[in-house]
């Protein structure tokens, strides 16, 4: 992947991130309401932050209900930076194309998406409601 800070996020002077990502992504479905969906990903990078790892797991429930935890690890690699975690658990309801959810943890800040929408998010520890809505 080739990131280019400046023109995406509109910050002046940043260099171009080239990065590696690697995503294992599975489902398991328990019964016909209940499934548990996983993600291991890791994004390797010599520029920014340096190398990242999630991990992700998300049951889904009755079959509008959702609880998922999950942990964003920067352990730098070959770039000098504060090594930190940032795990944060969710819940929330599914309806149509609707998600309510709430947050709690910690988030770092940068580009955040879900289901293929994304948008600017500043840094955050506490409590987060959000409304995602598709049409």
Request: hydrophobic share 40%; charged share 15%.
């Amino acid at each position: 992947m080739v990131y280019d800070i400046e023109t995406v996020q509109g910050k002046a002077g940043k260099p171009v991130i080239y990065a590696d990502m690697f995503i294992l992504e599975g489902l398991h479905v328990i019964s016909d309401k209940t499934s548990l969906r996983f993600e291991l990903q890791h994004l390797a990078t010599k520029q920014d932050h340096g190398n990242w790892a999630t991990a992700l797991a998300e049951l889904t429930f009755s079959p509008h209900w959702f609880v998922a935890a999950m942990d964003q690890y920067n352990y730098g690699g070959s770039v000098e930076t504060e090594l930190i975690h940032y795990p944060i658990g969710t819940f929330g309801y599914i309806r149509g194309g609707s998600r309510f959810s709430f947050s709690y943890g910690r988030q770092r800040a940068g580009i955040f998406c879900v289901g293929g929408v994304c948008r600017v998010v500043p840094a955050a520890n506490g409590l987060t409601a959000s409304i995602t809505t598709t049409f």
